[in-house]
């Protein structure tokens, strides 16, 4: 039986055999459970096969999402590392700055005193 009106057409006729209602009672209980262990084999197979599609595509997700956590931890280490590489280019350059300002007055004293010397010089 495939269809609905199969269905229907035998609980009919069991109904039109019957004389009593307790056998009516048996003869309808017996049909349900037909009907219900019908649909159950059919609907079993295909619920399973959802059931195990899910479970792969879950597996699946875990097994991505497990990359991804490693790929962020490695990320994370690269980014630590950067950090680190720019705070010491950072005070390299503050030192640099130092350096580049004492040179600085350094050049200013000198040229000023070669200054002083060709006034002197001139003057004398």
Same mark, same amino acid.
């Given at each position: 039986?495939? *269809?609905? #009106? #199969?269905? $229907? +057409?035998? *609980?009919? *006729? &069991?109904?039109? =055999? =019957?004389? !009593? +209602?307790?056998i009516a009672r048996a003869r309808c209980r017996k049909l349900i459970e037909e009907i219900v262990t019908y649909i159950r084999d059919r609907v079993r197979p295909v619920l399973q096969g959802q059931i195990d599609t899910l479970n792969r595509e879950i597996r699946n997700l875990k097994r991505e999402v497990h990359g991804l956590n490693q790929q962020n931890g490695s990320l994370k280490t690269e980014l630590e590392q950067l950090r680190e590489q720019v705070s010491g280019y950072q005070n390299q350059q503050r030192t640099l &700055?130092? &350096? !580049? !300002? $004492? %040179?600085? +007055?350094? %050049?200013?004293? =000198?040229?000023q005193s070669n200054s002083n010397r060709r006034l002197r010089s001139h003057a004398s």
């Open positions: 039986m495939d *269809s609905i #009106d #199969d269905w $229907v +057409e035998r *609980s009919i *006729s &069991e109904w039109k =055999t =019957t004389f !009593n +209602e307790r &700055e130092v &350096e !580049n !300002n $004492v %040179l600085a +007055e350094r %050049l200013q004293q =000198t040229q």
